[in-house]
Nanobody, 115 residues
Framework: QVQLVESGGGLVQPGGSLTLSCLVSGIPFDTYGMAWYRQAPGQQRELVASISSGGNTDYIDSVKGRFTVSRDNAKNTAYLQMNSLKPEDTAVYYC?????????WGQGTQVSVSS
């Protein structure tokens, strides 16, 4: 059974930081790319950042320089370090494990940025 479990969300003030984690089980983690998506109320889900199985990273423009995606294959865990958070970063954040044939999703974790 494939499971992706996100953690680390919460309420933070503007300018603050959070680190999201995504613990993966049931698949060979090191052969899958990992991606972080977010969905704000009334908006479509958008891809925020990704890291390939080889460690190549990519980000949407709005988070470049503020967010860092990483992975620890020994722990079957992907991370999203979020700094200088803004109110517009408020959303439910989802992790996804993807390959050429499959993609799997976590249940999401809420990130709220507000004073």
């Amino acid at each position: 059974q494939v499971q992706l479990v996100e953690s680390g969300g919460g309420l933070v003030q503007p300018g603050g930081s959070l680190t999201l984690s995504c613990l993966v089980s049931g698949i060979p983690f090191d052969t899958y790319g990992m991606a972080w998506y977010r969905q704000a109320p009334g908006q479509q889900r958008e891809l925020v950042a990704s890291i390939s199985s080889g460690g190549n990273t990519d980000y949407i423009d709005s988070v470049k320089g503020r967010f860092t995606v990483s992975r620890d294959n020994a722990k079957n865990t992907a991370y999203l370090q979020m700094n200088s958070l803004k109110p517009e970063d408020t959303a439910v954040y989802y992790c996804s494990a993807y390959s050429r044939s499959y993609d799997f999703w976590g249940q999401g974790t809420q990130v709220s940025v507000s004073s």
